[in-house]
């Protein structure tokens, strides 16, 4: 009666969803401070990228408050999550990247 426990408890680690939060996070805010920076966003830029890591951050938390993660998975989740958006961004975002097309 309490496989179910021992099967359960093996999914924990990492958090996909504080991974999956944390690389979105990570990798947008790369991009919008490389696509915005010439601009005068720079406001907007700001209060959007401080928006995507609260968002993320509240993903990694709501699954702690579930009960559905201990910390460990949490943190582990998210430093896999933010290197994985960070060496995404790094290698997809260049600055040979065209960036001709303004953000209106």
């Known amino acids: 009666g309490e496989d179910w426990r021992l099967t359960d408890s093996m999914r924990s680690f990492p958090s996909g969803h504080s991974q999956m939060a944390f690389c979105c996070a ?11 920076a010439p601009s005068s966003l720079k406001l907007l830029r700001l209060v959007t990228q401080a928006v995507l890591v609260v968002l993320a951050l509240a993903c990694a938390l709501s699954r ?3 009960h559905r993660h201990h910390p460990e998975d949490v943190v582990a989740g998210s430093l896999i999550g933010s290197i994985i958006g960070l060496l995404a961004a790094k290698t997809i975002i260049t600055d040979e990247t065209n960036w001709t097309r303004k953000i209106n």
């Open 26 to 36: 990570a990798f947008f805010t790369l991009y919008l401070q490389k696509r915005l």
């Open 64 to 66: 702690l408050v579930d």
